[in-house]
T-cell receptor, first 117, second 112 residues
Framework: DGGITQSPKYLFRKEGQNVTLSCEQNLNHDAMYWYRQDPGQGLRLIYYSQIVNDFQKGDIAEGYSVSREKKESFPLTVTSAQKNPTAFYLC????????????????FGQGTRLTVV | GQQVMQIPQYQHVQEGEDFTTYCNSSTTLSNIQWYKQRPGGHPVFLIQLVKSGEVKKQKRLTFQFGEAKKNSSLHITATQTTDVGTYFCAGGIQGGTYKYIFGTGTRLKVLA
């Protein structure tokens, strides 16, 4: 089955620790995205990548880092610099159309719920 | 910056009533997509509209894209309990390397 897999589903972090959220896709999509969702709010873009070894900051990149060493994988690290990391994190992927991003269906993973304890 | 606002933020309806959510962008969009997120789940793609004034239907769901390509609506006729969830619009920006701009979402609750 093709799809996008996030792990773990739930993650607890102590204050001051870095944690890494995994996102893997076997859809052969070039573009991958990380979104943060807070209760009652929409999706806010953290980072996105159109191609291996290249990524761009989204609207709320501070306190986060990513890598894109393989097409299939786009891990997100939540660093200790992120002041309020408790949230639901969603990874997505899409193909890249001739006119750029945002023009084709985005496929989402099941999400990771991160809680700082 | 670019924003996409959705109204209402919440809507409670009796089963069988109609429901509409509206999406407004501060900038012209190249397309608009709609997603549904069930409680505890992840967003799932419903549809994409591209043309000015476009209207598409999926069973009880009707999607419209405004003439100016700055607004859109999703209308559900005769809601059912399976319609419960949060509905998001997502606007695409033409050209460049931009990405989906998600709306703030409308949470629908259907009372049986």
């Amino acid at each position: 089955d093709g799809g996008i897999t996030q792990s773990p589903k739930y993650l607890f972090r102590k204050e001051g620790q870095n944690v890494t959220l995994s996102c893997e896709q076997n859809l052969n999509h070039d573009a991958m995205y990380w979104y943060r969702q807070d209760p009652g709010q929409g999706l806010r873009l953290i980072y996105y990548s159109q191609i291996v070894n290249d990524f761009q900051k989204g609207d709320i990149a501070e306190g986060y880092s990513v890598s894109r060493e393989k097409k299939e994988s786009f891990p997100l690290t939540v660093t200790s610099a992120q002041k309020n990391p408790t949230a639901f994190y969603l990874c997505a992927s899409s193909i890249v159309s001739g006119t750029g991003l945002g023009n084709t269906e985005a496929f989402f993973g099941q999400g990771t719920r991160l809680t700082v304890v | 910056g670019q924003q996409v606002m959705q109204i209402p933020q919440y809507q409670h309806v009796q089963e069988g009533e109609d429901f509409t959510t509206y999406c407004n962008s501060s900038t012209t969009l190249s397309n608009i997509q709609w997603y549904k997120q069930r409680p505890g789940g992840h967003p799932v793609f419903l549809i994409q509209l591209v043309k000015s004034g476009e209207v598409k239907k999926q069973k009880r769901l009707t999607f419209q894209f405004g003439e100016a390509k700055k607004n859109s609506s999703l209308h559900i006729t005769a809601t059912q309990t399976t319609d419960v969830g949060t509905y998001f619009c997502a606007g695409g920006i033409q050209g460049g390397t931009y990405k989906y701009i998600f709306g703030t979402g409308t949470r629908l609750k259907v009372l049986a």
